[in-house]
């Protein structure tokens, strides 16, 4: 007789985000993990993410004092557990039929923070409702792409501040899709019944006809991308911080300091737009040296191990956001899969503070870092 195993035998023999990975591969259709996993193109940029971790190694110290150590740090204001945010993913409902509120019932219980998408399949006031008030949890962020109509992103920012949001990200780096070869090959489209919900009743854009010579992609779509015009105007119609997502170059971030933008975010999309951009890890330092402490510089891409966010930390980042793992727990076992993937990024990042020496994440700089030849 076969026996279907229960959540806490499935959760017990996954002990690592790589595992979490591994399941959620048999667990999702095709369809799905084309979109989750895949990235841009030849998927160069999404394979060096993770690596770039892994070729810096640790360098630890010894016989220092431990107790009463802890992993929190402060951000925007605010003291957070550990600085492990749950970056925003689009559509989580093709990952598991709870999606977006089963992922805000986790990161609320684990207190992460949580980047809601834009393109979430749940409506953000539920999400906003699910991840609740309770004292202690971590920050609830969303996420913006800016549309064509000004009077929709106005209202839409209205939603998002009447329900208790406390940040917006504006992702700056994907002013189109990318080249995204495993979707096509897949032939990706949304199952029935799954939507960006939160972009209903945005209006056409207005698409006059090309003429001869004229391109698509740069004469349509292009037409209504933002500019750095667009944040000083979101600046204007809110009264929440705004960070930038998609910072990958020095000039950028100096550039969003001298807006007076609340954080910027070291992100290449998980590879998801432009391949053969240089990885996070690789520009972090870049970055932090650009804006010389004026604002909080945080970084996702490739954190798969408590080790990679002691590693971000003591480049300097405020904090990190991760993705596609969370997205794994959460096809794999709903909101217990999601809480059991931050479980495992936080015991790992105690258990490397403790074995590097570092009884705070202050106590964590780059001379615990050395790179691998």
Not at 51 to 62: G, H, K, N, Q, T
Not at 157 to 177: H, I, K, M, N
Not at 240 to 253: R, Y
Not at 354 to 371: E, V, Y
Request: proline share 7%; aromatic share 4%; net charge negative.
């Amino acid at each position: 007789m076969t026996h279907t195993p229960t959540l806490q035998m499935l959760l017990s023999g996954l002990v690592s985000l790589a595992d979490h990975a591994a399941h959620a591969r048999r667990v999702l259709d095709d369809n799905a993990w084309a979109y989750f996993a895949g990235g841009a193109a030849d998927e160069l940029t999404l394979h060096a993410n993770n690596d770039a971790w892994s070729r810096i190694s640790l360098l630890p110290r010894v016989l220092r004092p431990l107790a009463g150590g802890h992993t929190r740090v402060p951000l925007l204001g605010r003291t957070l557990a550990h600085p492990i945010l749950l970056a925003p993913v689009a559509y989580q409902r093709m990952a598991h039929p709870d999606g977006e509120i089963a992922t805000a019932l986790a990161a609320a219980a684990l207190e992460a923070g949580l980047v809601l998408s834009t393109q979430s399949s749940t409506p953000l006031e539920d999400v906003a409702q699910a991840f609740g008030d309770a004292p202690g949890r971590g920050p609830l962020w969303f996420q913006l792409y800016l549309q064509h109509d000004r009077g929709f992103n106005r209202e839409l920012v209205q939603r998002v501040e009447r329900v208790g949001y406390e940040a917006l990200v504006l992702t700056v780096d994907a002013p189109c899709s990318g080249a995204r070869d495993r979707e096509r090959r897949a032939g990706f489209r949304l199952p029935p019944g799954i939507s960006a919900v939160n972009l209903a009743g945005l209006p056409p854009a207005p698409q006059p006809p090309l003429q001869t010579g004229q391109s698509a992609l740069f004469d349509a779509l292009l037409q209504h991308a933002p500019t750095w015009d667009d944040i000083a105007w979101l600046q204007s119609i809110t009264r929440l911080p705004v960070l930038l997502k998609g910072i990958l170059h020095p000039d950028d971030a100096r550039q969003a300091a001298a807006l007076q933008v609340a954080g910027v975010i070291v992100s290449n999309h998980g590879g998801r737009t432009l391949d053969t951009t240089p990885t996070t890890v690789a520009v972090l330092p870049d970055i932090t040296d650009a804006v010389q402490g004026a604002l909080p510089v945080l970084v996702d891409g490739g954190i798969r191990r408590g080790t990679d966010v002691l590693k971000a930390m003591a480049l300097g980042a405020s904090a990190v956001l991760v993705g596609r793992p969370y997205v794994y727990g959460l096809a794999n076992a709903g909101a217990h899969g999601v809480a059991h993937v931050l479980r495992l990024l936080r015991d790992e990042l105690e258990i490397a503070m403790a074995l590097t020496g570092c009884r705070t994440l202050a106590d964590a700089g780059p001379d615990l870092l050395q790179a691998s030849p």
